[in-house]
Nanobody, 120 residues
Framework: QVQLVESGGGLVQAGGSLRLSCASS?????????MGWYRQAPAKPRELVAA???????NYADFAAGRFTISRDNAKNTVYLQMNSLKPEDTGVYLC?????????????WGQGTQVTVSA
């Protein structure tokens, strides 16, 4: 079992920055492989923002590359998303996802999400 708690969302003006955090806990925490950030805007499908492997290799969606940075502190069991040059279209609920090796194979856990609102 893995539990995830996101924080750091809020209201920011266009061009501003936010740093999101996702803290993990649970009995399977040590078996987490990839962690990622997704976002969901109203009436739009959930989409990948960025992901990072246990070895620290990042992967970004095209819209995030160059503006967002994902990082991971394995000692603190936390993954971060630094978001710069925010745009109104970045508004949405940002959710953290952890992929881990559970009892029955690969499993995923999701956090509750944190709201990001970017005003024009």
């Amino acid at each position: 079992q893995v539990q995830l708690v996101e924080s750091g969302g809020g209201l920011v003006q266009a061009g501003g920055s936010l740093r999101l955090s996702c803290a993990s806990s649970g009995s399977s925490m040590s078996r987490i492989t990839t962690m990622g950030w997704y976002r969901q805007a109203p009436a739009k499908p959930r989409e990948l923002v960025a992901a990072i492997t246990s070895a620290g290799r990042p992967n970004y969606a095209d819209f995030a590359a160059g503006r967002f940075t994902i990082s991971r502190d394995n000692a603190k069991n936390t993954v971060y998303l630094q978001m710069n040059s925010l745009k109104p279209e970045d508004t949405g609920v940002y959710l953290c996802k952890a992929t881990y090796m559970g009892t029955w194979g690969t499993q995923s856990a999701w956090g509750q999400g944190t709201q990001v609102t970017v005003s024009a």
